[in-house]
C-alpha cells in the first residue's frame, strides 16, 4: 500500500524567528513557574529554586531583548496561528503538565535534585535544538542558533556556581 503524499501546504508551514522568540519566552515562563512550584513544595530548598526562577526570567528577559533588537533590524516574518506556537511551546519538559512534586519525589538528597534540575535544564535545551526541524528560513535558523547558545551559557553558568 502507497503512503499518502504530505499536504504540501504544510512544508510552507514553518516558524518564523518571532514564532521562536515566543516559544523561547514561554519557555522560560514555564520553568520560573516550575521552580517556583518547587520552592513552595520544598521549602528547605527553596533558597536554590527561588534562584533559579530568577535564573529562568533574566533569560526571559533575554530573550526579550534579542527580539526587540530583531525587530528594530529587520522586518519580522509571519506569525503562524497563535496557538501553533502555544502548541509547541506546551511541548517542553516545563510546560503545564509539569509537576515539581513529582519530579523530585524520587530525590533523596540536595545532590539528588540538583541532578534533576541539571537533567530537566539540559533536556530544556535539546528541545530548543529540536525546533531547527520546523525551520526553513535561515534568519530564523540564526536566531535560533543565538537563542541555544543563552541556553547553553545559561545551563553552564547553573553548572559551574550552583552545582
Excluded at 533590524?73 to 506556537?85: A, E, L, N, Y
Excluded at 528541545?127 to 553552564?156: C, S, W
Aim: hydrophobic letters at 40%; charged letters at 30%.
Amino acid at each position: 500500500m502507497d503512503m499518502p503524499l504530505a499536504d504540501s501546504s504544510f512544508s510552507d508551514d514553518r516558524l518564523s524567528a518571532m514564532e521562536l522568540f515566543e516559544i523561547a519566552e514561554q519557555v522560560q515562563t514555564d520553568a520560573a513557574e516550575f521552580y517556583e512550584e518547587a520552592a513552595a513544595g520544598y521549602p528547605h530548598l527553596s533558597n536554590l529554586f527561588y534562584e533559579l526562577a530568577r535564573r529562568e526570567r533574566l533569560l526571559h528577559d533575554r530573550y526579550t531583548q534579542l527580539k526587540d533588537e530583531f525587530v528594530k533590524t529587520k522586518k519580522p516574518g509571519k506569525i503562524m496561528d497563535d496557538s501553533v506556537c502555544r502548541g509547541i511551546a506546551a511541548l517542553n519538559v516545563f510546560a503545564g503538565k509539569s509537576d515539581a512534586e513529582a519530579d523530585f519525589e524520587s530525590a533523596h538528597s540536595k545532590q539528588d535534585v540538583l541532578d534533576i534540575i541539571l537533567r530537566k535544564e539540559r533536556d530544556m535545551m535539546h528541545y530548543l535544538m529540536g525546533l531547527d526541524n520546523f525551520l526553513r528560513d535561515p534568519t530564523a535558523k540564526t536566531i535560533l542558533n543565538r537563542i541555544i547558545q543563552e541556553k547553553k551559557r545559561h545551563v553552564a553558568a547553573l553548572q559551574s556556581e550552583v552545582f
